[in-house]
Nanobody, 124 residues
Framework: QVQLVESGGGTVQPGGSLTLSCAASGTIFSRYAVGWFRQGSGQEREFVARISASSSITDFAESVKGRFTISRDNAKNTVYLQMNSLKPEDTAVYYC?????????????????WGQGTQVTVSS
């Protein structure tokens, strides 16, 4: 059973940075593609970024392109989402998700395993 645990959320001022971590257990993590999604209050869950199992492919939503980066350390079973130049509209609960595939999709339905989420609030 794959278990995912997000951490690193918090409150930051506009223009600030945060790094989210997604730690996996219970599986050979290097076989799993990972995606990050977010869900604002009253909004649908939306795609933020994804990374392939081998790290060779990364992809970002247009709204975060150039500000966020995604990386993984398979030796540590962890995926990271580095978020820079944060804006108030980035405020949301951020979730990581995993699927046993080379690369996951941009829809939540593409992923089989989810973490519990971590809150990110961008406010002055």
């Amino acid at each position: 059973q794959v278990q995912l645990v997000e951490s690193g959320g918090g409150t930051v001022q506009p223009g600030g940075s945060l790094t989210l971590s997604c730690a996996a257990s219970g599986t050979i993590f290097s076989r799993y593609a990972v995606g990050w999604f977010r869900q604002g209050s009253g909004q649908e869950r939306e795609f933020v970024a994804r990374i392939s199992a081998s790290s060779s492919i990364t992809d970002f939503a247009e709204s975060v392109k150039g500000r966020f980066t995604i990386s993984r350390d398979n030796a540590k079973n962890t995926v990271y989402l580095q978020m820079n130049s944060l804006k108030p509209e980035d405020t949301a609960v951020y979730y990581c998700a995993a699927v046993a595939a080379v690369i996951g999709g941009t829809r939540p339905q593409s992923y089989d395993h989810w973490g519990q989420g971590t809150q990110v609030t961008v406010s002055s």
